[in-house]
């Protein structure tokens, strides 16, 4: 079983790493307690003190409040509430539905038709970082994307129960 | 080692890996002993000379006594190997066809997981592309075309290659590689580009190397030529400089040969060398053509080469007197075109990592190692992983005060414990019973390479002998050859230096391909323009053989010169080498000839009722390949003694053998006497290998040096 220190999964989580240590890391079997190292280097790394339960996407987390409500922050500290509702519907979003729009970022006639698929943009209104980005039909419901079952997973997979 | 200062050294092997450098000297009656200095990549005459130093004093010899007296001095070393690895090579510009600007950031999607294990080969999450040996502004593509008769269909636009050249020398580049579509058929496109380019350098007073294909490798696979080009200018070519060194070093100390290297070909070169990209590996290889040598040498033809070092377990045939080539091998991640013997290489050595998978505690073995550093058992390595030294170790095989002859002094108690903590507790077993377990899977597993090797070839092991050296072959042996039978199992007393040993074995050989196509349906055919194509492929091969030697002041009239094909069914993608028994095709009967051996070689290689006559034949591959006296090491030869050996030498210890401990009787193999018979439980030491002769089987050392192990 292989351990790595934190301040290599820190470098790995920075992009820091030579490829072949990286590679080295992604061909064998993960360190025992690796979850809880990224959760303290997640902690480490966020300007606030709620105490992080799951990293939840790219620049997202799911929190404990004081009043142990679970929620959805950002790395800024902006919160789009309640872990059970879907985060998007908080944030800011921005729409491609137009040749033009979709022309922004793709060459002409490299991107979708806009009648058959829309690029759909969520952006953080705490610091304006794109967080998740969705391509379906016009009209498609909007994707809830991860619903966790922290407890289940705290208490079976990690043998670390969390205190209601 | 003795004094034998009577006696001059005669062959010369240099191995600089990149911390150390050995030295090989061999002497007239084939004994041999070895020299290590720490390697000196700025300059590596030095080490040289330091590991030369080192070497001759085991026989009380200065330089300046011994070099005048050499015969023969080959090299092989890892630096280039490493310029490539560490992309630390010469900075090149690239002239390709128009529209082919971006192959190397594209590649192969091969060469993105090239030498992965199968499950990562699987992750596509592990898979990358490689750094391009010359980046993207530096690549320009000229228009024109070749198509792939070799007729021109565009023209090439010459003030393209004006431009591209005026580019590339205002970018300051050391040397310019031009690969242009289908410049093995018709190369007139790019000795344009070389004219041009030569009289640009020229007027600009610059001292740009121009690297052409179709002089370098003319063969088909234009991407695998360009890699093989590229590696040749970007990490092999700069090595003339340090050969230059080395060879002046000699030339002082009164050397009258010149040195040669070691060529994936099997053969030594002249560090002079068109093609110098073949020398780039030639570790394995030496061992492989060691084994042809010493087949030769003791009259049979079929062998089995296995090696285990470290980190790799490697695997090679001798068929008929002959290794197999293959023509397209890859080399540290690109795919290449230049022959090397086929060597199958698993990751499984005496230094590979024993872990247990957490979710199904199932042993798994490699496929990283410790390598060099040993193991848990070596207190300074710094390992926390049991590996298969530390078994070895605990289960008493390995005397831990005798390791490299004592250099390192191992810990049993650490490898003791580390197995218990890490294998045989969770498992909950015994920690020897965990050990033993351990060893059998990895020799399970050897066993199963090579016998899916020799089977997999369409040939048996009774037709074999098998031949066991690395530092950890002769360990291992018994278990991976148990219950295979081989007609005899071959492990010579100098196993751990066998592959140096094997490069002072080469022929001075040079080896040259080309890609041909010629295609022949049978014998009613118009077999002129067949024969014609080859005749003429051959007639430059040979002219560029010629060439090569006379480059060290070999005449053709000392060169014994070999035709030979590959050659395969049309539309199938497996060619087949064969040798032709003249000089040139005059007749139906010479095709007669090439098709009877290519239907022969394929019948064995593959199965009789897979021959496909009615498909027809492409040659695709003319080679010339020529080769000149060389000295060679003897075989060692001693008289034969009695049959028992000394028991004054005897000593004991205890090792644990299935499920049970047994005494095992300890021997120095410098103690044992030609002639001698050893039966198992015995364990023969030397400073760099151990013999693990296991209750069963016995072992006769005989005059040349060699034990035959068997079943008792
Ligand atoms: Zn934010």
């Keep these: 079983m292989r351990e790595y220190d934190l301040e290599t999964l820190r470098q790995l989580k920075r992009g820091e790493l030579p490829f072949e240590k990286v590679h080295e890391m992604q061909s064998s079997h993960k360190d025992r307690d690796r979850f809880l190292k990224m959760l303290a280097i997640a902690q480490e790394s966020v300007p606030w003190n709620d105490r992080i339960l799951l990293p939840y996407a790219e620049h997202l987390y799911v929190v404990e409040k004081p009043d142990k409500s679970r929620v959805v922050k950002c790395d800024c500290g902006y919160e789009f509430g309640d872990v059970k509702q879907n985060w998007k519907l908080s944030a800011l979003v921005y729409v491609r539905d137009t040749k033009e729009k979709i022309n922004e970022i793709y060459p002409d006639k490299m991107g979708c038709d806009p009648d058959w698929m829309h690029i759909r943009e969520y952006i953080c209104p705490g610091c304006g970082v794109l967080l998740e980005t969705e391509a379906v039909p016009p009209g498609y419901p909007i994707v809830f994307d991860f619903q966790p079952d922290i407890d289940t997973f705290y208490e079976k997979w990690l043998n670390q129960p969390l205190s209601k | 080692m003795t004094n034998k200062n009577t006696i001059q050294p005669r062959i010369l092997a240099i191995d600089a890996g990149g911390t150390m450098t050995d ?70 510009g690239l002239i390709v066809t128009a529209g082919f600007e971006d192959y190397l950031r594209m590649e192969r999607g091969i060469q993105t997981y090239l030498g992965y294990s199968y499950s990562d080969r699987l992750h596509l999450v592990t898979h990358r592309h490689n750094e391009p ?78 690297f052409i294909s179709s002089e370098l490798y003319p063969v088909s696979q234009d991407f695998a030529r360009l890699n093989t080009v590229l590696v040749e200018a970007y990490a092999a070519d700069p090595s003339r400089d340090q050969f230059k060194r080395i060879n ?67 695997l090679a045939l001798i068929t008929g007197g002959q290794f197999t080539i293959k023509t397209q091998p890859d080399i540290a991640r690109f795919m290449l075109k230049l022959p090397l013997i086929e060597i199958d290489s698993v990751g499984a050595g005496t230094g590979s990592f024993v872990r247990l998978t957490p979710s199904s505690k199932r042993i798994e073995i490699g496929p990283d190692s410790a390598g060099y550093r040993i193991g848990v058992s070596n207190p300074v390595s710094g390992l926390s992983t049991v590996t298969i030294n530390d078994c070895n170790v605990v289960l008493g095989y390995l005397n831990p005060d005798n390791f490299l002859g004592g250099d390192v002094k191992l810990d049993k108690e650490r490898a003791y414990n580390a197995i218990k903590e890490q294998i045989a ?18 020799e399970d597993h050897l066993r199963n390479e090579v016998i899916s090797r020799v089977l997999g070839k369409g040939y048996a092991p009774e037709n074999y002998r098998l031949i066991s050296y690395g530092g950890g072959g002769p360990v291992h042996v018994a278990g991976y ?8 199992i071959l492990v010579p007393s100098w196993a751990a230096g066998f592959s140096a040993y ?78 032709f028994p003249g000089d040139e095709i005059k007749t139906a009967g010479d095709v007669q000839i090439i098709i009877d051996r290519f239907e022969e070689a394929y019948a064995k290689m593959y199965s009789r009722s897979a021959r496909s006559p009615e498909l027809g034949y492409l040659v695709t591959t003319a080679i010339i390949t020529g080769v000149t006296e060389s000295e060679k090491p003897k075989l060692p030869t001693e008289p034969l003694g009695p049959a028992t050996p000394d028991t004054k030498y005897q000593e004991t210890r205890l090792v644990y053998y299935k499920g049970n401990w047994e005494q095992a009787n300890v021997y120095q193999m410098d103690h044992l006497r030609p002639g001698n018979t050893v039966y198992g439980f015995t364990i023969i030491e030397s400073p760099n290998t151990t013999f693990v002769v296991p209750k069963g089987y016995k072992a006769y050392l005989d005059a040349h040096r060699i034990f035959h192990l068997s079943p008792e």
Excluded at chain 2, 41 to 65: C, K, M, Q, V
Excluded at chain 2, 481 to 488: Q, S, V
């Design chain 2, 248 to 314: 002046r070093k000699m030339r002082e100390l009164g050397a009258n040969h010149e040195l040669r290297v070691m060529a994936s070909h099997g053969g030594t070169i002249s560090t002079e060398a068109k093609e110098l990209a073949r020398t780039l590996v030639s570790g394995p290889i030496g061992g492989v053509v060691g084994a042809q040598y010493l087949a030769k040498e003791l009259g049979f033809e079929n062998v089995v080469c296995t090696d285990i070092g470290g980190t790799s377990f490697d």
């Design chain 2, 481 to 488: 050859t148990a219950g295979l039978n081989f007609e005899d």
């Design chain 2, 23 to 92: 030295t090989i000297l061999v002497n007239e009656e084939g004994q041999f002993v070895v020299g290590k200095a720490q390697s000196n990549p700025e300059d590596e005459s030095i080490a040289f000379i330091n590991s030369l130093r080192d070497g001759l004093n085991y026989w009380n010899l200065t330089l300046e006594d011994a070099v005048p007296a050499l015969a023969s001095s080959i090299y092989s070393g890892t630096a280039m190997l490493n310029r490539l690895l560490e992309r630390k090579g010469r900075k090149l």
């Design chain 2, 502 to 579: 094997g490069c002072a074995c080469a022929d001075y050989e040079y080896r040259s391909d080309k890609t041909v196509q010629a295609q022949i349906a049978n014998l009613e055919d118009n077999i002129t323009p067949f024969a014609e194509t080859i005749n003429s492929a051959w007639r430059e091969l040979k002219d560029r053989v010629i060439e090569e030697f006379a480059k060290s002041g070999v005449k053709p009239d000392q060169v014994e010169f070999r035709h030979l094909l590959r050659v395969q069914y049309v539309g199938q993608l497996n060619d087949v080498e064969i040798l």
């Design chain 2, 133 to 210: 040996l010359v980046p993207r502004e530096r690549i320009f593509g000229v228009r024109g075309r070749i198509d792939l008769f070799g007729s021109e269909q565009i023209p090439l636009y010459e003030n393209e290659v004006r431009e591209a050249v005026h580019k590339l020398i205002d970018m300051n580049v050391e040397g310019i590689c031009v690969n242009l579509l289908h410049s093995y058929v018709n190369p007139e496109h790019e000795k344009r580009v070389k004219n041009i380019a030569q009289e640009i350098i020229r007027q600009r007073g610059a001292d740009t190397l121009l």
């Design chain 2, 425 to 442: 507790d969770p498992l909950g077993l015994d920690v020897y019973e965990a050990a033993e377990g351990i060893i059998s899977l990895f």
